[in-house]
């Protein structure tokens, strides 16, 4: 009997002594791989985090320059389709000034395209201070400049932001100069696209040199001469219109190394902005379009 107590014991003992030794704290070893595990799951979230995060600036930014751009052409569109509206038949109203301003509003051959139309809003045949209205670049705001150019719309009351970050902006111009009713055409049939490159106000120089209905990089950025003393903008019937917006902030591994053909401009950034290019007609329908 006292065989079997000592022997009962002693397996209980030896029991007793097996659990305990299952319960030890954990090795240095085993927590260091448990910390290098948690340290690769953080890594990972945030890396799948911030790529998340840039991603989203990015298209953020780029869609603010997309939404801005075509805001302003749009608006530009607008009104500049109701250039010349008359409904007295006075002929007092039209395009006036198709020359080339700095961002200072001076006449500037080397300057962005601008414009200049008058539009008898309240139908009294008389041109009110308000109904003469410009488009141009210039660089907002003008005591305080920021380096990073706006176009701005101007209707007698100063010039007024109307899209930001625009880096280009050019103008040209369809005709009806032995009014016909129809906008004269090229030798190949083409619609002629012209400029005043000397800025006299008259448009001299075709932008399609090459006479393939393309306005692109294979033509000459000098233009090819309209011929005689050139044309008046009151035979001008139609306006097309390039205009080149571009990012605020520059982005991370991008660079735009793409080549914009801007009128008679040929633009290769070659920075890490990213770009926009639109282009448009616009049919002056008050002028006989």
Known sequence: MTYLKNNFLGNNFRVGFRYASSNEGIT???????MAVAGIVLMAIYSA????SSMYRTQTVVLN???NIRGGLYFMEREIR???YDQNDTGNFGITDIRFYDINNSLNSNGNSAITFTSDLNDNGVIDSNETISFSIYD????APDGILDMARNNGAGRQ?????IEALFLAYAYDNDGDGRLDT??????IWAFDSDNNNILDRILDT???GEIDINDNTAGTSIGGSGVAVSSIKAVKVWLLARTKTAMLKYTDKNTYVVGNRRITPNDNFKRELLVTTIKCRNMGM
């Open 140 to 143: 907002n705001p003008v005591g």
């Open 161 to 165: 932001i109307i899209a930001e970050s």
């Open 28 to 34: 240095l070893i085993e927590l260091m791989v448990a």
């Open 49 to 52: 985090y911030h790529t998340q």
């Open 82 to 84: 109701m250039a010349g």
């Open 210 to 212: 090459n006479d393939d």
């Open 186 to 191: 090229s030798a190949n049939g083409n619609i």
């Open 65 to 67: 320059m997309q939404q």
